[in-house]
């Protein structure tokens, strides 16, 4: 079993639409969770840690719910500037980090 | 966050030679990574650069193929041996803090296909 598992996508979805991805993990002693955006031909950039209460920067919303083991994020009023991979990261006490594969998002005109 | 230099940005080599990617941070950072990420997939975790001693490989990775050094705190280097077309992909370093709950910042990747 992988450790992070996240929608394959590829999620199209109109502008001013309000679209989200989840991300479940396999291990219950995972530490801290991130979310990444990461543009065609460039490097991963932080979008936003996620923290145990959930927390929002603007129009997303990160969540984890450690019972079900996933996280999630929601991004609202999508905008053409949001098409982008996002990628979920978990990582644990061992300073370990574990990518999923990435969800593919385009906003359409 | 650090400010990750990567050089080179993007190299076209012939089969059978070598090239070594350098990773420089505008200060002293606790972790460093390397990735390799091909077209079309998620990041793959290549070494784990340890300052003044042996970069930790992982599965699927050796040193030989992918030799790597961390002289100091803001400072990694990771050379391609022996290159084939397989090996045609983007290089990431990443850095991170100690901590468990630093996330990791990336280098901007070096482009690298091999003829």
């Known amino acids: 079993r992988k450790e992070v598992e996240q929608d394959p996508g590829p999620f199209n979805v109109p502008e001013g639409a309000t679209v989200a991805f989840n991300c479940t993990y396999s291990?219950?002693?995972?530490?801290?969770f991130f979310w990444y955006r990461q543009d065609c031909r460039k490097e991963p950039k932080l979008l936003m840690s996620v923290y145990s209460s959930g927390n929002e920067d603007g129009r997303f919303t990160a969540q984890l719910n450690r019972a079900s083991q996933y996280i999630s994020l929601l991004i609202r009023d999508s905008k053409l500037s949001d098409s982008a991979t996002y990628l979920c990261?978990?990582?644990?006490?061992?300073?370990?980090?574990?990518f999923g594969t990435g969800t593919s998002l385009t906003v359409i005109p | 966050s650090a400010v990750i230099s990567q050089k080179p940005s993007r190299d076209i080599c012939q089969r059978g030679t070598s090239l070594t990617i350098q990773c420089q941070v505008d200060s002293q950072v606790t972790m460093m990574f390397w990735y390799r990420q091909q077209p079309g997939q998620s990041l793959t975790l290549i070494a784990t650069a340890n300052q003044g001693s042996e970069a930790t490989y992982e599965s699927g990775f050796v040193i030989d193929k992918f030799p790597i050094s961390r002289p100091n705190l803001t400072f990694s280097t990771l050379t391609v041996s022996n290159m084939s077309p397989e090996d045609s992909s983007i290089y990431l370093c990443?850095?991170?803090?100690?901590?468990?709950?630093?996330?990791?910042?990336f280098g901007d990747g070096t482009r690298l296909s091999i003829l």
């Open positions: 990443s850095v991170a803090g100690g901590g468990s709950n630093q996330p990791q910042h």
């Open positions: 990261v978990v990582s644990n006490t061992g300073n370990q980090f574990y």
């Open positions: 291990n219950s002693a995972s530490q801290s």
